[in-house]
């Protein structure tokens, strides 16, 4: 890295979002509850594209990967993405099963990371994600090779930003059945 790079890093200012009101005491036991409620927030603060997360992989030789995607579905069995079997990141779950999230909203300086391993999900939810796109985004697409994914979480990380520095994390463990609530 040159010095005039640095220098041009370093200037770039950061945290410059406004973080909406954040009460400790107010987080729910559910890390799907407390996503639905920031993901709610970026809405309505018109956060561009709330759903848009970087999904991370890695392929057989162990070399990590990521690529932005959507979210298509967050509930008590994972949370959802989709592309076809053929695709570079099915080919990596394949070939190593776990994968993370990433949400960033820079506007409300709240990022969230889900960890854990991926399932597939049934041909039928499959079949029902491919058909309820748009016509444009099913041409071309083979039907059979059409995957929605889950990443069924291990580990959630809620991380808001502080202009002071003073970030708050608030970190969901799953231990058995049940969340685990770290902060």
Known sequence: MTDETRSLLRSIPSLTGAAPP???DDV???????FLDWLE????????????????TVDSQGVPDARVLVLKDVGANGWAFASTRTS????????????????????IMRSV???????????????ADLRARS?????????DEWVVWRVVPTRVEFWQGSADRRHVRILFLRDGLDWRLES
């Open 41 to 56: 927030d970026a809405r309505q603060c018109e956060v561009a594209e709330p759903h848009a997360m970087t999904l991370s």
């Open 88 to 107: 570079a990141k099915a080919i990596q779950l394949e070939a190593s099963s776990h994968a993370a999230l990433t949400f960033w909203w820079q506007p």
């Open 135 to 143: 016509a444009a985004a099913q041409e071309g697409v083979n039907p």
């Open 28 to 34: 729910p036991d559910d890390p799907v509850a407390l």
């Open 113 to 127: 990371r889900v960890r854990g391993p991926v399932i597939e999900a049934s041909r039928e939810e499959c079949l």
């Open 22 to 24: 954040l009460n400790l």
